[in-house]
Nanobody
């Protein structure tokens, strides 16, 4: 599976952005799809995931209530709607795909073997 993330940019605090992740090479309908992010000088961290087995969604506490992950299997796309953005959301955002839906593992980056190239999100104060 090849993944291409897009939609990043510069936005003021309180604004919104919608990231897209286009998959190719294989249908992602049964894949667990996630977004991770990495800020300068920090480790890559989990943001949100939508499970392949049942499309249940999970969020990091820092984005809960502000971010929404969704998927369009017909288009082989995954989206991340980000509202009420904060300066601390500034990071490179990566989409990732995994063939596993095991709940205890899907928040861990090592569970994902397919990664997009990342898209920069910058939130100004």
């Amino acid at each position: 599976v090849q993944l291409q993330a897009s939609g990043g940019g510069l936005v003021q605090a309180g604004g919104s952005l919608r990231l897209s992740c286009q998959a190719s090479g294989r249908t992602i309908s049964r894949y667990t799809m996630a977004w991770f992010r990495q800020a300068p000088g920090k480790e890559r961290e989990f943001v949100t995931v939508i499970r392949g087995s049942n499309s249940m969604t999970y969020y990091a506490d820092s984005v809960k209530g502000r971010f929404t992950i969704s998927r369009d299997n017909a288009k082989n796309m995954v989206y991340l709607q980000m509202n009420s953005l904060k300066p601390e959301d500034t990071a490179v955002y990566y989409c990732a795909a995994s063939g596993t839906s095991i709940l205890s593992t899907i928040r861990t980056s090592t569970s994902y073997n397919h990664w997009g190239q990342g898209t920069q999100v910058t939130v100004s104060s």
